[in-house]
Structure formats: structure tokens, C-alpha cells
T-cell receptor, first 112, second 113 residues
């Protein structure tokens, strides 16, 4: 595997379900990010992790819970989501600092 | 706070014609600037970036962009559009710490044969 991988690629879940999104980067980076991409809205930065420590949480509802066990892996735990949470969730990684981010292919989430 | 404005959510050009996608930013300090491309059902891929130095930056697939501080712009151009250029393009700005990335709303490029 190379670059940034995300699993699953597609996920359909009910509002009472609990699921997790997984991201793995094979680039030796030490910063990882979660973004939400909704139709006709700007890309929304959700969480930032630097060296496994969360440095940004942009007012994300608590039904989204991130976890970063090491610099290569990032999870997004989901529970009691709402239909408006349906979106493409993108993971990215970079070196620390103002460097370009490398994105995974995303997980297309549908909440029913 | 910084922001990024992409004028024109949809741009159509004929194959072989000039591509011009506009990006303006607001920042109180010199930012770092990026252009990304997103093909359907894929993540974002870096096209080019400006950090310091030469203000005309060349990227992949024949694209280039010029940083104009006086105009707070970073427009993306390509002399001759190809069918494979049809995609969504995002301009982004980072503060110097890299802790915040701000993306524009994107411009969908259609290339007409």
C-alpha cells in the first residue's frame, strides 16, 4: 500500500448504529487530518493530529470521536449520526508545518 | 482568519483553449498557497504550491499559477485544455504554522470536445 488509504470506501448506517472509519498513511508523516466534504459546501476541517496529539477540533459535534493511536493510523468513530452527516469523509496527512497535505480517496457515508 | 474565494463554481472551456481558474485569498500575513484537483470518487491531489521564492509556480499536468501579492490572487492556468482536465479544482491557503488549511468552495471544470 502506498500513500493514504481509507476504509471502508462506502458506508451506509442507521442513526442508531456505531461505526468507525479508518485511515492509514504510508508516507512517514506526523500530522493527520479529518475533513468533511458535503455537496456545495467548502471542505470542512474537522480534526488535526500532530504526533498523535489532537491540536484542532473545529467545533465538531461529539457524535464524531477521533482516535489516533500512532502517527500512521487515524480513526473516526461514529455514533447516533444524523442524516445531515451524510458526506464524503476525507483523511489527509502531511509533515508538520505549512506543507502540502496528501489525501486518501475518502469514505462516502450515507446516514439513513 | 483567512479565507479563500474561488470565482465561478463552474467553468467550461473548449478542448485546446486556455484554462483560467480564479482564486483570491484574504490573509494578514503572507500565506502558503495550493491548488488541488479532485476527480470523481477520489481524494484531492496536489497540483502545485507556492511557499516562497518565484511567484510563478509550475505544477503537474501542464498547470501553473502565479502569486500576485498586490492582488491577493493565485489564479490557475493551463494554455491548452485537455479532456482529461475535467475535474473539480480547489484553491487552499495555509497559515505559516500549518495548523489551519482553508479551502475554497471549488470550481468544476468542464472541457467541451
Amino acid at each position: 500500500e502506498t500513500g493514504v488509504t481509507q476504509t471502508p470506501r462506502h458506508l451506509v448506517m442507521g442513526m442508531t448504529n456505531k461505526k468507525s472509519l479508518k485511515c492509514e498513511q504510508h508516507l512517514g508523516h506526523n500530522a493527520m487530518y479529518w475533513y468533511k466534504q458535503s455537496a456545495k459546501k467548502p471542505l470542512e476541517l474537522m480534526f488535526v493530529y500532530n504526533f498523535k496529539e489532537q491540536t484542532e477540533n473545529n467545533s465538531v459535534p461529539s457524535r464524531f470521536s477521533p482516535e489516533c493511536p500512532n502517527s500512521s493510523h487515524l480513526f473516526l468513530h461514529l455514533h447516533t449520526l444524523q442524516p445531515e452527516d451524510s458526506a464524503l469523509y476525507l483523511c489527509a496527512s502531511s509533515q508538520l508545518g505549512p506543507f502540502e497535505q496528501y489525501f486518501g480517496p475518502g469514505t462516502r457515508l450515507t446516514v439513513t | 482568519a483567512q479565507s479563500v474565494t474561488q470565482l465561478g463554481s463552474h467553468v467550461s472551456v473548449s478542448e485546446g483553449a486556455l484554462v483560467l481558474l480564479r482564486c483570491n485569498y484574504s490573509s494578514s500575513v503572507p500565506p502558503y498557497l495550493f491548488w488541488y484537483v479532485q476527480y470523481p470518487n477520489q481524494g484531492l491531489q496536489l497540483l502545485l504550491k507556492y511557499t516562497t521564492g518565484a511567484t510563478l509556480v509550475k505544477g503537474i499536468n501542464g498547470f501553473e499559477a502565479e502569486f500576485k501579492k498586490s492582488e491577493t490572487s493565485f489564479h490557475l492556468t493551463k494554455p491548452s485544455a485537455h479532456m482529461s482536465d475535467a475535474a473539480e479544482y480547489f484553491c487552499a491557503v495555509s497559515d505559516q504554522s500549518g495548523n489551519q488549511f482553508y479551502f475554497g468552495t471549488g470550481t468544476s471544470l468542464t472541457v467541451i470536445p
